[in-house]
């Protein structure tokens, strides 16, 4: 069994209950403005990771705010390159004038997905985080190409698992056009999250058993249940004698 994991959570997008999440995670990954979020939520959110000692990431995303940048989209390495950079220095900003320190990089959506097997997509991303903060933790989907390539090009990786979802056999995340693969039953969640922590395996959507590296595990911040799975899991974590960190 694991002795420590990190818990992330993606914050900053204008949900109404980021304030109470923050206190049972480790990590957050904040919304830059393209999928939500503005400059008033990004430094809102840097206040409460520097309140409750939770490291900061950055979590870019296609230009996409109409579908919370979960379209895919066919982008050029220059532009790829260009709305990553954008996304970044803006965090980067607002960590500046709070003399808050940015820990890690973490893409979100469609964009999260389509890098997590493509190289074409991954590498001029990746390039470019290493142009402005090549100290940055890059935290990628678990066991992924992206996740390969980042630690080929000598970032730290962080394996990256997800609570409230369901995989596929193949172990990508299952689409959430799918039926049952946002997960919402709360027994389902701490199952999958005590298989992450054993090292175990479990069942994909496809009724298919698989194991998967975790070095963080994540909950969505938009879900519906999202404050009250933050708790569970904090709970059920430190109840296995799990120490919370990034």
């Given at each position: 069994?694991?002795?420590?994991?990190?818990?992330?959570?993606?914050?900053?997008?204008?949900?109404?209950?980021?304030?109470?999440?923050?206190?049972?995670?480790?990590?957050?990954?904040?919304?830059?403005?393209?999928?939500?979020?503005?400059?008033?939520?990004?430094?809102?959110?840097?206040?409460?990771?520097?309140?409750?000692?939770?490291?900061?990431?950055?979590?870019?995303?296609?230009?996409?705010?109409?579908?919370?940048?979960?379209?895919?989209?066919?982008?050029?390495?220059?532009?790829?390159?260009?709305?990553?950079?954008?996304?970044?220095?803006?965090?980067?900003?607002?960590?500046?004038?709070?003399?808050?320190?940015?820990?890690?990089?973490?893409?979100?959506?469609?964009?999260?997905?389509?890098?997590?097997?493509?190289?074409?997509?991954?590498?001029?991303?990746?390039?470019?985080?290493?142009?402005?903060?090549?100290?940055?933790?890059?935290?990628?989907?678990?066991?992924?190409?992206?996740?390969?390539?980042?630690?080929?090009?000598?970032?730290?990786?962080?394996?990256?698992?997800?609570?409230?979802?369901?995989?596929?056999?193949?172990?990508?995340?299952?689409?959430?056009?799918?039926?049952?693969?946002?997960?919402?039953?709360?027994?389902?969640?701490?199952?999958?999250?005590?298989a992450f922590i054993q090292e175990k395996e479990f069942e994909?959507?496809?009724?298919?058993?698989?194991?998967?590296?975790?070095?963080?595990?994540?909950?969505?911040?938009?879900?519906?249940?999202?404050?009250?799975?933050?708790?569970?899991?904090?709970?059920?974590?430190?109840?296995?004698?799990?120490?919370?960190?990034?």
């Amino acid at each position: 069994m694991k002795k420590r994991i990190d818990l992330n959570c993606d914050l900053g997008e204008e949900m109404p209950n980021d304030d109470a999440i923050f206190p049972f995670i480790s990590s957050a990954n904040i919304a830059c403005g393209f999928h939500a979020g503005n400059s008033r939520t990004i430094e809102k959110s840097i206040q409460n990771c520097l309140t409750y000692n939770v490291k900061i990431g950055a979590h870019p995303s296609y230009n996409d705010r109409e579908n919370f940048g979960r379209t895919e989209q066919h982008l050029s390495p220059n532009e790829l390159k260009d709305i990553i950079a954008k996304q970044i220095e803006i965090v980067l900003a607002a960590c500046e004038k709070q003399k808050a320190y940015l820990h890690h990089i973490k893409l979100h959506g469609a964009l999260y997905n389509q890098s997590a097997n493509e190289a074409a997509i991954a590498i001029p991303i990746l390039e470019t985080i290493r142009s402005i903060i090549p100290q940055a933790i890059i935290y990628g989907l678990s066991e992924s190409v992206f996740n390969q390539i980042a630690t080929e090009m000598g970032f730290r990786v962080k394996h990256e698992v997800f609570a409230d979802r369901k995989y596929t056999s193949t172990k990508t995340l299952a689409s959430r056009k799918t039926q049952g693969a946002v997960i919402t039953n709360h027994a389902e969640v701490l199952q999958q999250v005590e298989a992450f922590i054993q090292e175990k395996e479990f069942e994909s959507i496809d009724k298919k058993k698989i194991m998967l590296k975790a070095d963080s595990i994540c909950l969505h911040g938009d879900g519906e249940h999202a404050v009250a799975f933050a708790k569970s899991i904090h709970h059920f974590l430190t109840e296995k004698k799990i120490v919370i960190g990034a």
